[in-house]
Structure formats: C-alpha cells, structure tokens
C-alpha cells in the first residue's frame, strides 16, 4: 500500500520561502506523475504543480514565477519550494500521486497533508 | 483554465435516500480519440485528505461501494449515491484532468436531513 508523508515547517513567516517534503513509502516512485495540492482553510482545492520521476514539471501558471518541485528518487521524495508566500499562501497542503502512467489521470493516493500558516 | 462549477453547494438528504451532485465544465472533457471524459470525483470528510471516488466519469475506484456510480459525458456530468449512509457525510468535488492545468470544482457539502 502506497502511503505518502508532508514534513517541513508549519510556521513561515511573509516574504520568506515555504518548503516541504513528501516522502513516499510502500512503492516506486518511478513511472509516475507526483503532486502538490493545497486547500486554504474552509475553502476548496488548488492544484499547484506536477513533477515525474525524471524531473520533469509542471506549475499552475498562477503559481509558476513562485514553484519549484524537485524529486530525489533515491531518497524515494520529492518536495515543494514556495518563495515570496503572503497570508494567502496559508493552506493545507497536500501531496498526492497520480494514478498512471501519464499525467491524464486523477489522483489515488493522498498524503495527510500538512497545515502551513503564513504569519510574522 | 477549465471552470468547474458545482451544484448545489450544500445539500441535505434523508438516510436511505438518493443524493444528487452535479459538475458542470467550462469547455469539453471528453477526448473523442479514445471516448474517455476526464472527469473525477473525491469525497472529503473532516480533517482528511479527498479520497478517489469515480474516474473516467463513470469508473468506480477499487474498494468504494457501489452505491456511489458516476455519469454524465462532454460538459455535464452527476455524482450519485443511491442510498445514502451516515459515513457519507462529507464535501464532494469534480476534478478535470483533460487539461494539464488541473482544476477542482468548489464542493458540493452533503449532510444528513
């Protein structure tokens, strides 16, 4: 049974830069797309951007000039990068893994997420 | 961007009866070469992370019981639950995975009457 784990500080402060990690266990990450997704309080989901085992990624334009994922297969993780976060970067945040082969599919398994809030 | 847009935001139905959630895109999901609508379903309970429900619109994922099916096609598409439990009770959204933007509706919450 694949299980994914978000880490990383629940506290960043204005202007500084949100990093987190999502460790995968119980599978391969190769051959897959993995995610971030995040869900401020009370509201819906957002998806932020896709990496492959390759390295390959994809943002949401409306994040891209701020994202960077980056994979480390050999530590079975990959991570999330978020520079200039505001109050409006506060969420839960997920990481998830996308059920094929390619990246039309949704999304099977689901971290636990983590809560970051953006406060001085 | 795709808009998903849900409807009706919160609903609240008897248990035992037929629950209803309705997902409608700003542009067609459905790939003609292959047939397939790009289309899934999550349900959220409190303080959990979405769990898949149905993908490819109408495809049950392992383990999620049959009371829960899926259809619709192009830009219209319903989630039902046939007779409604009490473990039910959650948030529910759409998701298009046909454009590589990736985008949610903004839920649907279902509770007991």
């Known amino acids: 049974q694949v299980q994914l784990q978000e880490s990383g500080p629940g506290l960043v402060k204005p202007s500084e830069t949100l990093s987190l990690t999502c460790t995968v266990s119980g599978g391969s990450m190769s051959n897959y797309y993995w995610s971030w997704i995040r869900q401020p309080p009370g509201k819906g989901l957002e998806w932020i951007g896709y990496?492959?085992?390759?390295?390959?990624?994809y943002y949401n334009p409306s994040l891209k000039s701020r994202v960077t994922i980056s994979v480390d297969t050999s530590k079975n993780h990959f991570s999330l990068k978020l520079s200039s976060v505001t109050a409006a970067d506060t969420a839960v945040y997920y990481c998830?893994?996308?059920?094929?082969?390619?990246?039309?599919?949704?999304?099977?398994?689901w971290g636990q997420g983590t809560l970051v809030t953006v406060s001085s | 961007d795709i808009v998903m847009t849900q409807s009706p935001d919160s609903l609240a139905v008897s248990l035992g009866e037929r629950a209803t959630i309705n997902c409608k895109s700003s542009q067609s999901v459905l790939f003609s070469s292959n047939s397939k609508n790009y289309l899934s379903w999550y349900q959220q309970k409190s303080g959990q992370p979405p769990k898949l429900l149905i993908y490819w619109a109408s495809t049950r994922e392992s383990g999620v019981p049959d009371r829960f099916s899926g259809s619709g096609s192009g830009t219209d598409f319903t989630l039902t639950i046939s007779s409604l439990q009490a473990e039910d009770v959650a948030v529910y959204y759409c998701q298009q995975y046909y454009n590589t933007l990736i985008t949610f509706g903004q839920g649907t919450r279902l509770e007991i009457k």
């Open positions: 998830a893994r996308v059920h094929g082969s390619d990246y039309y599919n949704p999304f099977d398994y």
């Open positions: 990496i492959y085992n390759s390295g390959s990624t």
